[in-house]
Each structure stands twice: as C-alpha cells, then as structure tokens.
C-alpha cells in the first residue's frame, strides 16, 4: 500500500478529507488545495532539465514570469532530492508536483520529497485508491470517454487528457469534456502559448505547457530571462481567456 507521507519532519501522516463520490458533485467546491491552485492559475508549467541546477534556475524564471503552478519531470537529475524541497521553501504560496509518476514507488518518493500534487500520462489505479484522502493531489492520464468513467469512479478529482494534440488537439477536447461537465480536465502535450485560449474556450480547465514555456534552445543556451517573458507570455494569456 502507498503511504502519503508529509512534507513537514513534524508530522506522519497526511489529513484526511473527506471521500470523493463518482457522481457528478454539483454542489462540490475543490477541496484539494493544489487542485483550486490550479483551477486559479489554469497553466501548469511542466519542467524537465539536465541536471538540478538548470532545473532551479529555469524554474525560478518561470516564477518570476508569473507561474504559480509548476511541475517536475520525475526524470529530471536532482528533482526530488533537491528541487522540489528547495522550490518549496523558497516560495511557500506556490504549488509544485511531479510529474510522469509511473507507479507507487515513485508517487511515494514524491510525496516525501514534498510534492503537491502528482500527475501520470496514464491512470495509475494504486496511486489514486491511495491518495484518495490525502491532501496531495492525483491526476491521472485518460485519453477515451472510458478511462474518463473509470478514473472518476475511482475518485479522480481531476483527469489529465495526455496526449492531446495528436488527437485532434481542442477540438477533441471539446468533445471528449462535453459528456463531462462536472470533472475538470487539464489537456497535455502539444500546446502552444497561441492556442491556450482555445483548449480553455473549449473546456480545458487549465492547460500544460512545456516546450512553449521551457524551449528546448533557451534551455540548453540557458537563456533564463527568455524563459521568463514565455511564463509572463502564458500566464497573461491564460488570464485573459474567459472562464
């Protein structure tokens, strides 16, 4: 069984909160801290670096750009050893997770390095029976109307639809999200800062941007305050497409 650890050496265990119903919550507001961060933001930045170092900086430029939501990439050097815990204290108001959690291994690493929320590219049944009540937020993969059901039968409160682009980028999102109003969507994979206002318009409730805020050549050219005016850049967008 995975256990929720906390971030704090203080504390052993993560507060309950209350258990998720699969039927539509009409009358339900998001009780994930981390979920309302980012039905408020509507842009998760997901970061993967070389190495730690690159990793920090890039990050804080996405910070200083407007970014209140990040995610790291388990793959990054150093994320869950350094970055996560370093970002944390360095911003405490903000959100940050980690992403391309593949199994309860790596969501219990996560979690002890600090991470406040979880993401998959697919829906990993284990992690989201365990996390169910714990404070740091599971969002799964789903790509069909199927694994939608499925995840949000088993308590889902927010499903990641991975990867969208190559499916027909908002146009599928607009018709996999209809059936659905009650669950909120996050699209991933292939967005670009032009077209966040039209994954949004079409009933993303926030988006995931990864090249088009980490540019694979500022990146590597370390070209932070580059990376800093596309955070700005997305977030001013996100910010002016309607609700």
Do not use: W
């Not at 930045?45 to 996405?62: I, K, P, S, V, Y």
């Not at 050097?77 to 997770?97: H, M």
């Not at 018709?175 to 993303?204: C, H, N, T, W």
Request: proline share 6%; charged share 20%; hydrophobic share 45%.
């Amino acid at each position: 069984m995975l256990v929720a650890a906390a971030h704090s050496p203080a504390s052993t265990a993560l507060p309950r909160r209350r258990r998720r119903s699969a039927a539509p919550p009409s009358r339900k507001t998001p009780e994930s801290q981390a979920l309302r961060a980012i039905l408020r933001s509507r842009v998760i930045a997901c970061l993967r670096a070389q190495d730690g170092e690159t990793a920090m900086q890039a990050a804080r430029a996405a910070v200083r750009g407007g970014v209140s939501v990040l995610e790291i990439v388990m793959s990054t050097p150093g994320a869950l050893e350094v970055v996560i815990g370093d970002l944390r204290r360095s911003y405490p108001s903000l959100t940050f997770g980690v992403g391309t959690v593949l199994n309860p291994e790596d969501a219990r690493k996560a979690i002890r390095a600090g991470a406040q929320f979880l993401m998959s590219p697919g829906t990993v049944m284990e992690i989201l029976h365990a996390l169910k009540e714990s404070e740091v937020l599971y969002i799964p993969g789903v790509l069909t109307p199927t694994e939608v059901i499925s995840a949000s039968s088993a308590g889902a409160e927010v499903v990641k639809v991975y990867p969208v682009s190559v499916m027909g980028g908002e146009v599928y999102m607009l018709a996999l999200k209809k059936p659905f109003p009650f669950l909120p969507m996050v699209a991933s994979q292939g967005i670009s800062i032009d077209s966040i206002k039209r994954y949004l318009e079409a009933g993303a409730s926030a988006v995931v941007l990864s090249d088009a805020i980490f540019d694979k050549v500022l990146m590597r050219e370390r070209k932070f305050d580059e990376i800093s005016e596309l955070a700005n850049l997305a977030t001013l967008r996100a910010s002016q497409s309607g609700t």
